[in-house]
């Protein structure tokens, strides 16, 4: 069974800047894509950043030149620096990863994990 826990959300002013983190656990051996989704009150969840395997990296254009994504992919970790932060910004960030090889085989999910909430706001 595959758990994806969020880190590093709260309150921060507008300008500001905040860092995500995601670990997976369980008997895995690897991930083919990791990401970062959210959602804000009242809206569809939304992607903001992915990155596979190979480090191949996709943003939405909200996204985009503000936020970086990284993953270890020895330590099934994934992280969001998120910069200049802005109102429309606040949502609750989930972690999903997509293509699991664990020790019973390979499993598409996608995964995903409880979000962590971000607050952006003076």
């Known amino acids: 069974q595959v758990q994806l826990v969020e880190s590093g959300g709260g309150l921060v002013q507008p300008g500001g800047s905040l860092r995500l983190s995601c670990a997976a656990s369980?008997?895995?051996?690897?991930?083919?894509?990791m990401g970062w989704y959210r959602q804000a009150t009242g809206k569809e969840r939304d992607l903001v950043a992915t990155?596979?395997?190979?480090?191949?990296?996709k943003y939405s254009d909200s996204a985009k030149g503000r936020f970086t994504i990284s993953r270890d992919s020895f330590k099934n970790t994934v992280s969001l620096q998120m910069n200049s932060l802005k109102p429309e910004d606040t949502a609750v960030y989930y972690c999903n990863a997509v293509g699991v090889r664990d020790f019973s085989g390979f499993h598409s999910g996608p995964y995903w994990g409880k979000g962590t909430l971000v607050t952006v706001s003076s």
């Open positions: 990155i596979t395997s190979s480090g191949n990296t």
């Open positions: 369980g008997s895995i051996k690897t991930i083919n894509a």
